[in-house]
């Protein structure tokens, strides 16, 4: 390449919106088996504005809001989903691009091609519990420019704008993830909290997908929204659900939100059924009666390790039009405290996502 620097966001600790840092860094060198890709859009996650906050580590018990509130956020050691989380770094694990160059060993095939990163990588093979996360535990997408494994990039064709796809990665991943570690059939019925979020939508659409009655909880104002993309009935976040629906009336739930709805979600299940969560947005701390879970036969599932044909599956099902993306809105790279202010007003249904200049 010509230019050897790219703009980047850099998060340079724990704290607030001054971590973000809009700096001229160098641009990754591959090495064998890598790929450079040239970011096209990248997408917003809670887990972007949780690592900055150290909202991983064991000491915090608020919710990502209550957090972000507080002036006195310090670095926590074990505030990373690994370990200690390596500042300064670049954050970012969504990304559509286009392969600019390839490494040795890696096929002329991918050189061009509009492409999504798979940003969960299981270095050491699908049987083992290890993994590594783009944008947490390496540098990721909320730059010009991003390198990974080329076995971690798929090829999409589909008609969808860069930003589109942009949303696609991390809440469509994570959700089918959950959908397939729970293993939801046709014909059941599955609540979702939190429904109009990034993955929480993502998880309507592909649990309709799958053949399901979709239960959704979100805000009063996003409910026209959340029907639109497939939920069968929308309830909001402070109606009781157990006058609503009836104890043992859901066979899976899929719970990101926990905090102080939490207890309701276990009567909710029928026996056998199954519980399954990859984040606590409103709160880690939650009140648990082990009666619930244990005279009912509950199962709960804890996700973060995506399975084999999880990724896979998800560019099918965009090149075959199962599934339409939800772009809430676009911003440049360069306004990222001011899209991460706005995520966190949690007023919009789908994704945030980042533009990185083109020059």
Known sequence: MARNTMKAIVTTDVGGYEKLAYREVPIPEIMKGEVLIKVLAAGINNTEINTRLGWYSSSVTESTNQISSNENVTQNIDGGWNEKTPFP????????????????????????????????????????????WMGSDFNGAFAQYVKVRASEVFPVTCDWTDAELGTIPCAYGTSENMLHKAALNAGETVLITGASGGVGSATVQLAKRRGAKVVAIAGDEKHQAVKAIGADSVF?????????????????????VAGSGFPSMLKLLKRGGRFVSSGAIAGPMVDLDMRNLYLKDIT?????????????????????????????????????????EEFLQKKHVGKFVLIPPTD
């Open 89 to 132: 770094f670049i954050q970012g694990t969504d990304c559509c691009g286009q392969v600019v160059s390839i490494g040795e060993g890696v096929d002329n095939y991918l050189l061009g091609k509009r492409v999504l990163i798979r940003p969960c990588i299981r270095e050491n093979g699908f049987k083992s519990q290890e993994s590594v």
């Open 236 to 256: 909001g976040r402070s109606v009781d659900l157990l006058a609503e629906l009836g104890e043992q009336s859901i066979d899976v739930v899929v719970d990101n």
């Open 300 to 340: 709960v599932i804890g996700t973060t390790l995506w399975d084999e044909p999880v990724f896979p599956r998800i560019v099918r099902y965009i090149e075959q039009g199962e599934i339409r993306p939800l772009l809430a809105k676009t911003f440049p790279l360069s306004s990222i405290a001011e899209a991460q």
